[in-house]
């Protein structure tokens, strides 16, 4: 049998550690600097999710100091180092591929949309006829948030009624 | 008054012992077990059309509603299924609190999706399904039904490859074995040794399962865990990856077997049942879902089932032949999931149906012989 206490514990457990990361991304998502990248896209869907936009990242890496997979780039002077420089004030940790020289942050390459603008805007990025942005909030820490996408300038749900 | 409280007030006034009281109930439990165990499968079925009918609500992601008003409903409803996991808890109400159990570990999945939806977090695939797993570990142990147990044993067993995936080491391992030898038959005994481990060593480890029914249970979640990694090692193996209904199309055909391996002792035949269990694997795996169309695919699984059900009655199996009504429900469900053309309509009528099938499961296990009793009046005798 077990105890009715270790039930309540569970509950509360669960609960507590999702609602504390919940606020936690939620404070952390609107503390930051933002900045902008260009962006193309490809591949579409999520099971749990839903609909989103995947695309590659354009950084605009102007050289690289290192030749490591985990690597630190600087926005600050669009170079790419081993490990956080002290004079970087803005940055994101991530991967460098030294083939075809691009550096990758995961977690800033989705943007979740409607099932219904779905495969309209999934056009519209992969035609590559509109100039597509993405909005980006980094954190102190090196954490980022999407925070908007645009397409021509437009914010993707007006651009999305647009091409309706 | 439940039981127990009666028989407290007995033990209280020297009515009967405390050797009388525990054998009372222990008789109880058993009794209700065996008659309720229909009830639960449908109750969990009817869960499980409203857990995916939430997922696909979610799935769906509308931009009408502000991200507060979301993640405020969200939490009050998991609120809602905590407090009455543990109020049916104190109550010693098993029924409401188990579906209430699995409920509020669907809804954590379904939160952590939504937070993530809102605040565009994107990370390794099976990390979402990791922090669930350790989300509701404390959830799973304290559940009385093998359901939630059985759930989160095949997304524990299932993020355990992936995980370690992330490492250079098994990276490299997994690459030689789906590159270097990509015949069927090499994919197949390498996932037969893998499979034929975690049956044998794993529950052994971590629960010392010797009751059959928990083995069971334990096998399909371990059928799950197979399928869902076979599926996600398709890229290693060069052809195209879908994970969408394929995924419930392969463990809906993997539950045969897995049953049968259950319930069947001798090792000649469990080798035998294992084998089956991967070339169904195989064919599913590379065969289209709609060579025969919807109905057809559907027509094809739900009578396959409903025969083995017939077949397991017949034979006096009533767990077995219940568990094969189940299945064919399970398929019934994926079917309607076909049919479905978008997201919202889907997750509606998904939910409306599990609600309205939780409704009626309970009104009729309420009222079944009231019901039967008028049938008997309505049309005499025969219905009975």
Not at chain 1, 33 to 42: D, L, N, P, R
Not at chain 2, 63 to 74: D, F, M
Not at chain 2, 157 to 178: G, H, N, R, S, V
Request: net charge positive; with cysteine; aromatic share 16%.
């Amino acid at each position: 049998m077990i105890n009715k206490n270790a039930k309540l514990f569970a509950c509360i457990f669960a609960l507590a550690v999702l609602f504390s990361w919940t606020g936690y991304v939620a404070v952390n998502s609107n503390t930051g600097e933002t900045v902008e990248f260009k962006i193309t896209g490809y591949d579409p869907r999520d099971l749990l999710s839903g609909h989103y936009l995947t695309y590659t990242v354009d950084f605009g890496v102007l050289e690289s100091r290192t030749e490591n997979r985990r690597a630190y780039l600087c926005l600050d002077d669009k170079t790419v180092y081993p490990q956080k420089p002290s004079s970087c004030a803005l940055g994101l940790a991530g991967e460098y591929y030294k083939w075809n020289k691009a550096f990758n942050h995961r977690g800033i390459d989705r943007f979740y949309i409607p099932e219904e603008y779905a495969q309209r805007l999934d056009k519209a990025l992969r035609s590559g006829k509109h100039d597509a942005k993405i909005k980006v909030l980094i954190t102190k820490n090196g954490a980022a948030y999407v925070k908007e996408m645009y397409f021509d300038g437009i914010a993707v749900r007006e651009f999305a009624e647009k091409i309706k | 008054m439940s039981l127990k409280t009666k028989l407290d007030d007995w033990l209280k006034n020297n009515l009967i012992t405390e050797t009388q009281k525990t054998a009372i109930l222990d008789y109880e439990k058993s009794k209700a077990a065996k008659s309720n165990w229909m009830f639960y499968w449908l109750i969990m079925l009817a869960c499980l059309a409203i857990g995916i009918g939430v997922i696909s609500l979610i799935a769906y992601n509308w931009w009408g509603i502000p991200a507060w008003v979301k993640l405020v409903c969200g939490a009050l409803i998991l609120i809602a299924l905590a407090a009455g996991y543990a109020l049916f808890s104190q109550r010693e109400k098993t029924a409401p609190a188990e579906i209430c159990l699995s409920l509020l570990c669907i809804f954590i999945l379904g939160y952590i999706g939504l937070v993530a939806q809102i605040f565009n977090l994107h990370s390794a695939p099976h990390r979402g399904v990791l922090f669930w797993v350790i989300l509701t570990a404390p959830l799973a142990f304290t559940a009385r039904k093998a359901i939630v147990p059985f759930v989160w044993s095949a997304a524990f067993l299932c993020i355990i490859p992936f995980e370690l995936a992330q490492y250079k080491f098994m990276e490299t391992l997994l690459k030689t074995i789906f590159t270097d030898h990509p015949s069927f038959a090499g994919v197949a005994i390498w996932w037969f040794a893998f499979f034929v481990f975690l049956w044998r060593a794993v529950p052994k480890i971590f629960y010392g399962f010797d009751n059959i029914r928990r083995s069971f249970g334990f096998l399909l979640g371990l059928n799950a865990c197979f399928a869902a990694l076979f599926m996600g090692m398709v890229p290693f193996l060069g052809s195209s990856y879908s994970p969408d209904f394929m995924w419930l199309f392969i463990f809906t055909g993997l539950l045969w077997p897995a049953a049968a391996l259950a319930f069947v002792k001798k090792g000649t035949r469990r080798i035998w049942f294992c084998g089956c269990s991967l070339i169904w694997a195989g064919i599913i795996l590379y065969s289209s879902t709609n060579t025969l169309g919807v109905f057809a695919d559907m027509l094809y699984f739900v009578l396959f089932y409903l025969y083995a059900a017939l077949y397991f009655d017949l034979e006096g199996r009533k767990k077995l032949c219940n568990f094969f009504l189940i299945a064919s429900g399970v398929r019934l469900i994926v079917a309607y999931a076909q049919l479905s053309s978008g997201l919202l309509g889907f997750g509606v009528s998904m939910i409306t149906s599990g609600v309205a099938a939780i409704a009626l499961i309970f009104a009729w296990f309420r009222y079944k012989s009231t019901a039967l009793a008028f049938a008997a009046k309505l049309f005499g005798e025969a219905a009975k």
